[in-house]
């Protein structure tokens, strides 16, 4: 009798039985619910209670892919099931991020791939970098590189091609970082060669505001770039390599750091994924689950439980992360955001499910940007009692 009388309470209030009297259900007995009355000596109306709750929907981000305070204001990189690659604006932690740029398939979009702009034909949608020159705000990726306009709407720079390079080719940004030199970029583009369509290369190349320069030609593929003591590192099929500069306007050779046979490194295509400095030293980290110092010299900076996803400073400390083990269980402790201290490695927060891959410090704290290796647990996220703790937005 007690539970059909909580299966019925709900539905008499809903049917608005509340009229200033205690509604009691069959039996006589209040089950210890307080009446809802109106006030006897009072002219204030009773505001009955919505028979419908407006419905509100998740807001899902399921991947950030790099995050920057411009003007004040944190912007990041994201994608969802529905919309392959999109800026947002962080506004905070109730209110949802604002689109300000969306790539993908449909007119919904800002940069349609289904509208036969012949820029987009056979390009992926994709952005992974975003990066401020001139006091403008630029975001790249395998799409090519956008630029926010002054009314905060965003133009692809479709012409901006280096000497010897295919212009109907474009070019595909795989990551692009601001250094003290500029703004530079690993890329692959289409150059003038034998045969009927020439060759692809992989290159660095450094962005002048009109155009880029073609700093570094080289077969092997450039995945990621940081600058130390005035140099700029390149990692590429399991090396890293240290770009010497003459006059500052070419690279003239690569000296490849290799590792020693004792400290156990298969060198192999992405191997050698992610690259970072903190000042002191280079830091390098891939697939082969171990973090390595290079300052003139390797050394093992440690082990994690699975592949690194960045490299990046947030106020003056490295920081990296490591995927939480898609295709193994691994310990907790081996996974999620990690910092260099020291010259070795200590874990900041880990994250069931999560892998960080960005981060930034915002109004005096870390914000952790990550990527759903399962349903729905990529997006923002705080750090608490060290644990990634993801941001819920709603929306509607």
């Avoid at 205690?22 to 006589?28: D, I, K, M, V």
């Avoid at 209670?49 to 892919?65: D, G, H, L, Q, T």
């Avoid at 630029?147 to 000497?163: A, H, I, N, R």
């Avoid at 009109?210 to 092997?220: A, K, Q």
Wanted: net charge negative.
């Amino acid at each position: 009798m007690r539970l059909a009388v909580l299966v019925l309470l709900p539905a008499l209030l809903i049917a608005g039985c509340l009229d200033g009297s205690e509604s009691l259900p069959a039996g006589g007995e209040s089950q210890g619910v307080p009446s809802v009355e109106a006030p006897q000596d009072s002219q204030t109306p009773v505001v009955q209670p919505s028979a419908e709750a407006p419905f509100r929907s998740k807001f899902y981000i399921s991947a950030v892919r790099d995050m920057l305070v411009f003007n004040g204001k944190l912007y990041f990189i994201g994608s969802t099931r529905k919309e392959a690659a999109t800026v947002y604006e962080y506004v905070d932690e109730k209110t949802p991020p604002k689109r300000v740029l969306r790539l993908g398939w449909g007119s919904e979009n800002d940069f349609d791939s289904s509208s036969g702009d012949p820029r987009l034909k056979g390009k992926g949608m994709e952005l992974n970098s975003l990066v401020e020159y001139g006091g403008v705000l630029y975001a790249a990726g395998e799409t090519g590189l956008f630029k926010m306009k002054q009314d905060g709407s965003w133009e692809m720079l479709d012409t901006l091609v280096p000497p010897g390079a295919r212009k109907e080719d474009g070019i595909s940004i795989v990551r692009m970082k601001k250094f003290s030199g500029g703004v530079y970029a690993a890329a692959t583009y289409g150059k003038d060669g034998s045969g009927p369509s020439g060759r692809t290369t992989f290159g660095l190349l450094k962005f002048t505001g009109d155009g880029w320069h073609e700093v570094y030609d080289t077969l092997s593929t450039g995945q990621d770039l940081a600058e130390y003591a005035g140099e700029v590192y390149l990692t590429g099929d399991g090396t890293l390599e240290k770009l010497v500069f003459e006059d500052g306007k070419a690279a003239v050779k690569s000296e490849t750091a290799t590792a020693p046979e004792s400290l156990d490194v298969y060198f192999g295509i992405g191997r050698f994924g992610r690259v970072g400095s903190d000042g002191n030293a280079v830091y390098v980290c891939g697939d082969g689950k171990k973090v390595f110092r290079y300052a003139g010299g390797w050394t093992l900076a440690g082990q994690v439980g699975d592949s690194c996803e960045f490299f990046d400073k947030a106020g003056n400390t490295l920081y990296f992360g490591v995927q939480h083990g898609k295709y193994e269980k691994v310990p907790q402790s081996e996974v999620g955001l990690f910092k260099i201290e020291g010259g070795g490695i200590k874990q900041v927060a880990s994250g069931e499910f999560v892998s960080p891959s960005a981060i930034i410090e915002y109004n005096g704290e870390l914000i952790v940007g990550g990527h759903e290796n399962y349903e729905g647990t990529g997006g923002i996220y705080k750090i608490t009692g060290g644990k990634l703790q993801k941001i819920e937005y709603y929306e509607g």
